[in-house]
């Protein structure tokens, strides 16, 4: 299984891997059952991974340490 030290990109690169030998069509329905879980797993993480890159991208650190949300400026 994926570690959670795993990096954004390498969680892709083995979930564009299990996507293929699913694809495929040649996996015993036990290993495509497996990897279809593995792969389920990789992808929640990379979606948390997102989010949280989502998230720092959104806040603003003020010179003071305080948190702000980041306004374009057609946002009020």
């Known amino acids: 299984m994926a570690t ?3 990096s954004f990109e390498q969680s892709m690169t083995e979930l564009e ?21 593995k792969g389920m797993v990789l992808s929640k993480n990379c979606h948390e991974q997102l989010e ?4 720092q991208l959104v806040t603003v650190v003020n010179e003071d340490g305080s948190e702000q949300p980041f306004k374009t400026d057609g946002e009020k």
Request: glycine share 8%; proline share 0%.
């Open 4 to 6: 959670k030290k795993q």
């Open 17 to 37: 891997g299990i996507v293929q030998k699913l694809e495929q069509g040649d996996a015993s329905l036990e290993e495509a059952i497996t990897l279809y879980q």
């Open 52 to 55: 949280k890159a989502e998230q």
